[in-house]
Nanobody
């Protein structure tokens, strides 16, 4: 059993930065860890994913070059550094975990958005113009 708790959300102006953290309750080695987001009235979408084994991170095209996903296995923490934020980044951000590491190592990683086993409750990011 893994429990996830996000933090670090807030309100910023366009062009600003935020760092989201996801603390996990257990050992996250050999897990697929991901950040998803959902804006009001919109579908959940994948933001970034990483294999803790480790593996190469993958990003949505909309955040490539602006966001960085990273893991700290010693601290059992997943982070998302978000720079050059845009109003379109406004959403509830969720971290998710699953032992099926095939979720990470696929070009279709974002399509597994409803299949992850463990989810946090989310943290809100609001970007104003």
């Amino acid at each position: 059993q893994v429990q996830l708790a996000e933090s670090g959300g807030g309100s910023v102006q366009a062009g600003g930065s935020l760092t989201l953290s996801c603390e996990t309750s257990g050992d996250i080695n050999r897990y697929c860890l991901a950040w998803f987001r959902q804006a009001p009235g919109k579908e959940r979408e994948g933001v970034a994913v990483i294999d803790t084994a480790p593996g190469r991170p993958q990003y949505a095209d909309t955040v490539m070059g602006r966001f960085t996903i990273s893991q700290d296995n010693a601290k059992n923490t997943l982070s998302l550094q978000m720079n050059s934020l845009k109003p379109a980044d406004t959403a509830m951000y969720y971290c998710a975990a699953d032992r099926r590491r095939g979720f990470c190592n696929s070009d279709a990683w974002a399509s597994y958005k409803y299949k992850y086993t463990y989810w946090g409750k989310g943290t809100t990011v609001t970007v104003s113009s």
